[in-house]
């Protein structure tokens, strides 16, 4: 079965930064696409950031351009979040999400992973 | 980007009851790119719908969706007891793929 786990979540000062991963299992991690959503506490869902199968493609969020860097090590299974220049606002538990297509941000996220919290405070 | 509304905010319901969730986008979606997804308090949201009316694997037939260009809906026929929950439309037709504010659905 699919299964994504999150990890590297925790407090961190404004102005630090903070790298998250998700290992995947249950597929064929380098065939799919991966995404990044996040929710602050009592808040709904926003996009992070994708990735496409191999890497080569990447997009982010308005919100997270050039401090947020999403990138995955095919090797390991893994998806990295790397967050630089945190403020407040980043508060929220982050979600790795498989998307059903290789290439570009046009997928259903069909499988997620728990979660892991980011708190961003001083 | 494309805004997704949804409405209403908190639906007051009772088992067995019929649930009908609203979401409408600022512009047209592409392909009817749409995504019905439900989340418990304290989990991660789960795919009920894509392309607008195709359930996912392992959703009972309870779950419908439909509606194309700007207004969709999902129903749930005859809510069980696990089907309270808040729901989340989301557009993937469109860079950057968007999520709507959600709807509560409650226990009357």
């Known amino acids: 079965q699919v299964q994504l786990v999150e990890s590297g979540g925790g407090v961190v000062q404004p102005g630090r930064s903070l790298r998250l991963s998700c290992v995947a299992s249950g597929f064929t991690f380098s065939s799919y696409g991966m995404h990044w959503v996040r929710q602050a506490p009592g808040k709904g869902l926003q996009w992070v950031a994708v990735?496409?199968?191999?890497?080569?493609?990447?997009y982010n969020a308005d919100s997270v351009k050039g401090r947020f860097t999403i990138s995955r090590d095919n090797s390991k299974n893994t998806l990295y979040l790397q967050m630089n220049s945190l403020s407040p606002e980043d508060t929220a538990v982050y979600y790795c999400?498989?998307?059903?297509?290789?290439?570009?941000?046009?997928?259903?996220?069909?499988?997620w992973g728990q979660g892991t919290l980011v708190t961003v405070s001083s | 980007e494309i805004v997704l509304t949804q409405s209403p905010g908190t639906l007051s319901l009772s088992p067995g009851e019929r649930a009908t969730v609203s979401c409408r986008a600022s512009q047209s979606v592409t392909s009817s790119s749409l995504a019905w997804y439900q989340q418990k308090p304290g989990q991660a949201p789960r795919l009920l719908i894509s392309?607008?009316?195709s359930r996912a694997t392992g959703i009972p037939d309870s779950f419908s969706g439909s509606g194309s260009g700007t207004d969709f809906t999902l129903t749930i026929s005859r809510l069980e007891p696990e089907d309270f929950a808040v729901y989340y439309c989301q557009q993937y037709g469109s860079s950057p793929p968007t999520f709507g504010g959600g709807t509560k659905v409650e226990i009357k």
């Open positions: 392309g607008a009316s």
């Open positions: 990735i496409s199968y191999d890497g080569s493609n990447k």
């Open positions: 999400a498989k998307a059903t297509y290789a290439v570009g941000t046009n997928s259903e996220l069909d499988y």
